[in-house]
């Protein structure tokens, strides 16, 4: 099994922690893993403030660089939504990377079924199910929908020693980044995140941790603008402690 590892442009800017985290968690696990040098921002963000040609040449220079892997793995759940629920689209259905582009989550979740003791984080942990995950990849269950309970993100964390895992009240409630959204209508964005960061805090968590460097990036900057003392790590960073 051949994985084409995509790192997004914000990760790899901002957070290249997680993208160190993700390569050193699948070659843990005894994964083929390689990653395509020269690869690029995958063109959700133009695509989502409504320039969508601009995409296009983002898209096929993908479908370029990650052909002939089995896998295309990434650890952002945004950035795999969009791959896969617009790239046929765009490129007029003429993508196969799409079919295979999964998140982390699922793919150690659905693929590999990973069923073996991962690393090792004694902390107590507050779980965001970001939206995209929960309602466009399937990472957990929403509560709109009557369906049986489901995490793969916390049957996950329960292979790290150590670790308490709790959730808050309103589980898959957004954040209120939503990229372009926090840019276009800030002050619900930021209000949105005030409200979400502060029942993170009343579970007496030491960390916030879920499957999107956007989500934790947009609360970590609002706790640090509010003093509030709590951390944010990426689900993969957690997987991969102590590995």
């Known amino acids: 099994m051949k994985i084409g590892l995509f790192i997004p442009c914000y990760v790899d800017a901002v957070f290249p922690e997680v993208g160190m985290a993700t390569y050193k968690l699948l070659t843990h696990l005894g994964l083929d893993v390689t990653y395509p040098e020269h690869q690029t921002c995958c063109g959700q963000p133009m695509a989502n403030a409504g320039f969508e040609k601009q995409a296009i040449p983002l898209a096929a220079k993908f479908e370029t660089l990650f052909e002939g892997f089995d896998y295309v793995v990434s ?17 007029n259905h003429d993508c196969e990377t799409a079919k295979n582009c999964m998140d982390v989550v699922e793919f150690l979740h659905d693929v590999v079924k990973v069923d073996r003791r991962l690393g090792t984080f004694p902390h107590t942990v507050s779980l965001h199910n970001s939206c995209h995950g929960v309602r466009e990849l399937g990472l957990s269950s929403p509560t709109e929908e009557h369906v049986e309970k489901f995490n793969k993100i916390k049957d996950l964390l329960a292979l790290v020693d150590g670790i308490k895992v709790v959730e808050p009240e309103r589980p898959d409630e957004c954040c209120g980044f939503g990229g372009m ?13 005030l409200d979400k960061l502060e029942r993170h805090m009343q579970t007496g968590a030491e ?13 970590a900057g609002i706790a640090r603008k509010q003093g509030k003392k709590i951390e944010f790590k990426h689900v993969v960073e957690i997987l991969a402690a102590g590995l």
């Not at 650890?75 to 765009?90: D, H, K, Q």
């Not at 960390?207 to 609360?219: N, V």
């Open 181 to 193: 959204f926090s840019v276009e209508e800030t002050a619900i964005s930021a209000q949105m995140g």
């Open 207 to 219: 960390y916030i941790t879920g499957p999107d460097c956007s989500c934790l990036m947009h609360m």
């Open 75 to 91: 650890p952002s759940v945004s950035c795999t939504a969009f791959i896969r629920l617009n790239y046929p689209r765009l490129l």
